[in-house]
Every structure is written in C-alpha cells, then in structure tokens.
C-alpha cells in the first residue's frame, strides 16, 4: 500500500485508512522513518509524530530492530462496567455505589399512545429547572437515552463521517467508541487539574475542528473540572471560531459539588448541554436532560421519529417521581457528598504515602497519573485482589499513563488497604 501526506496528520490518516480497509495487515512492517519521510518530501520529525501517535491509538507499536509493526485494529471496544463472575474487587467499571442509588418506582399511571407529547410536562418543568440558569434565552429541551446516546446523535446531526472533533485527551470511552464507530477524526486536546487546556484547544481549533466535546464537571477519568478562569479563557476562545459547534457533556450534574461555569459564547452558534440522570439515578436509567438551539432540536426530532421515536414515558415517570420527592432529592444530594468524601480521603491516605494525586478532583473515580505504561501496576494489583483500569485505554494521541480507580463504594478500611497495595505495587 501507497502512504500518502504532508503531514502527521495526514500520514496518521493515510495508515489508518489502510488498516481499516485491510491492505495494511496485523503484523506488518512500516518503513522507517528516514525511508518514509524521503518518499514523501517531508521531515523525519513528521513521519516520527505519525508514528508515535499511531503507537498511541494502538494502531502499531516500535519493535526495535523489527521497526514499526502493525497491530491491527482491536478486536472489540473497551467500554465502562463490572465483569460479571469477577473474583477480584472490582474498581474497574465506573459504577455508582448502589446503596448510594434511590428507589426507582412507577405509579400506576395512564397508557400514552402515539402522538403525544414526547417530553412529559412533569419532565420538562424539573429539566428546566436545571437548565434554565445556565442556557441561553429561548432553548430547545430534548431527551435523550443516556449521554452517550446525546453524544451520538448530536455528531451525527452535526458533522459527516471524516469530520474532525475536539476531544480532551485522555477521553471518555463512550466517547471515543461513538467517535470510532461514526468515522470522525478525533482532534486531542490536552487535559490538566482544570480540563482542556486553552492553547492545545487552539491548535485542534486551527487544525480544522468543526466540533468540540467538553466535560465541564468530573471529567473520566481524571476528574478534572473547569474553574471559572479556565471556563472563561475557553469561552473566549471559542468566540473566534463561531462556525465550530459546541457539545458540553455535563454528565455528574446532579451530584456535582463543583459549580458549573459555561464554555458557550452566546453568538448564536449550534450548541447543547448535556445533564445525564444515570450517575445519580442508576446507569439503568437511559435518560439525558438535553439543551441546544432551535436547529440542533429540529435535527435530533428528526433523527428520533425515524428510531426510537421518544424516551419512554415510563422511564421519565420513574426519573420524576424520584426528583420530584424531597427525601429522594436529599439521597441524591448526600451520595454527591459522599462521593466526594470517599475520593478525597483516598487522595489523602495516597498523598500520605507519596502518591500525589492531581487536585482538584471529582466524581466516581481516581486518577493515579503513572510514568509510564500501567500493565505492571495493573496485574500486580490483580494478585492482591483488585481489578482497576489502565489508563492507557482513555488516550486519544498522548499516551494516557495512569490508573482509573473506581472508588465510589469504597469503605475506610478498604481504602486503607488499597492505599497500602497501590504504595507497594507503584514502586514495580
């Protein structure tokens, strides 16, 4: 096969391509640097970012002598939760705490029928009510199953296969499988303790990105959220660039204890926001809140009447009862805290035996930031007796070294021992 381009980024896109279509096989051998970059007019340092971005995306892997070999695409996508029969303790899967979880129950209610109105009056009065504060004037009001679904059918309303997307780096998995599975070019946008960082969004802006994917709040896995100057140094940012669509993923809304600070520029653009009921409700629960433009809402009614048609009204009359009731309300609101107070104290008992953690941090999961490649920590874990993830499985282009620890269920003593286990295993 003929690989083609002038830059990284095309070379990485000429390699791909031919390894999705089968003409580059597992098990093939790329040419080197030096040979490549001669056939193709272009510096070594070119075809090298091409390389070790193919390296990061699991595409190919450095041989040494053998060279650059391909791996092939993989056989299936990593996605988020527990394996079932697992011995192991399981901080791998990205679950609430289900004791943290309120009771989902339906009241006898009458049957809808075809024609009605999709969002239930119940349903758009308590989604407004979250929303309204931090949209502009005159939004639309969606539902969606899940965030990930949201996420899907906004990018398909929104781009064409090809199209290239900002996305922070390291990404969501559901995110990234919705991107891999559309065919859309992910643009990485590094992450720091305050989410995308300004001048790499920049670079993916200038780059040709035509959208932008965004956590505002406990972003997976690091657990970054935006502060107000970073919210607002993005927000400006984007102002430039009024042709780029906006997709905010606000997913740990109802449990967040950070405040949320709007990326969106007020200029008309396409945009939604996204708040999830899964964290707070149950991962069962297939319910987004979803705001956007009168466009952006006109596109996914469509895209909705030719598939599901609606969210089920019996799945938003469960999500109602529960926060429309102030004892469950209340249940919601004290799981965020302790979410909050499981993380932190296992950030302390870390940091006390020399394992900072970044700050701050939010959500369901730990970040443990690792020099270099997690398998080590990985499998050394397992044989004490705890499943986590490597991070490597997040990284979009820079390899996302680390371990996601899901410690929302995790009790004093246990956090005691894990602390101990990730103290002995970081020092492999």
């Known amino acids: ?30 040419p080197p640097v030096r040979d490549l970059a001669d056939q193709l007019g272009v510096n070594r340092n070119t075809v090298a970012a091409a390389y070790k971005r193919l390296d990061a995306a ?28 697992l ?21 006898a209610v009458a049957s809808r029928l075809y024609g009605v109105e999709t969002v239930d009056p119940r349903m758009q009065r308590l989604a407004r009510a979250s929303l309204d504060a931090d949209c502009p004037p005159g939004y639309a009001l969606e539902l969606t199953h899940g965030a990930v679904d949201g996420i899907e059918r ?5 781009l064409l296969p ?9 990404c969501f998995l559901g995110s990234l499988n919705v991107l891999g599975a559309a065919g859309h070019a992910p643009l990485p946008v590094a992450v720091d303790a305050h989410g995308m960082q300004v001048e790499s969004l920049r670079q993916a802006l200038d780059a040709g990105a035509r959208a932008v994917l965004l956590t505002p709040r406990a972003h997976n896995p690091t657990g970054a959220s935006l502060d107000a100057k970073r919210a607002r140094a993005l927000r400006q940012l984007l102002a430039g660039y009024p042709q780029v669509a906006v997709l905010i993923d606000d997913h740990y809304a109802l449990l967040s204890q950070q405040a949320y600070h709007s990326v969106l520029p007020m200029d008309g653009r396409r945009w939604a926001l ?14 987004a809140w979803l705001a956007c433009d009168g466009q952006t809402a006109a596109r996914l009614r469509l895209r909705l009447a030719a598939g599901t048609g609606w969210v089920s009204h019996l799945l938003q009359d469960a999500a109602s009862s529960v926060l429309e009731s102030a004892q469950q309300r209340a249940k919601v609101a004290a799981a965020g805290e302790r979410y909050q107070q499981r993380l932190q104290g296992l950030q302390a008992l870390l940091q006390a035996r020399g394992l900072p953690t970044p700050l701050p941090m939010e959500g369901l999961n730990l970040w443990l930031p690792l020099p270099a490649d997690s398998t080590p920590q990985v499998l050394a874990l397992a044989a004490r007796g705890w499943h986590v993830r490597g991070g490597e499985v997040f990284a979009v282009s820079a390899p996302a070294h680390g371990l996601r620890i899901t410690c929302a269920a995790l009790g004093p003593q246990q956090q005691r021992r894990l602390a101990d286990d990730l103290a002995a295993v970081c020092c492999l």
């Open 58 to 85: 699991g595409l190919a892997s450095t041989a040494g002598r053998r060279g650059t070999v391909v791996r092939g695409l993989p056989a299936t996508m990593a996605r988020e939760g527990s394996v079932p029969g």
């Open 1 to 30: 096969m003929k690989i083609t381009g002038s830059s990284a980024e095309a070379i990485f896109d000429s390699i791909r391509e031919g390894i999705g279509s089968g003409h580059l096989a597992a098990g093939s051998v790329l």
């Open 274 to 287: 996204l708040r999830s009921l899964s964290k707070a409700l149950g991962p069962d629960l297939r319910v």
């Open 87 to 107: 011995a192991l303790q399981d901080l791998a899967g990205g679950n609430p705490d289900p004791r943290c979880l309120p009771s989902l129950r339906v009241a």
């Open 162 to 170: 090809g199209d290239r997307i900002a996305v922070e780096d390291p």
């Open 154 to 158: 906004l990018l398909s309303a929104w």
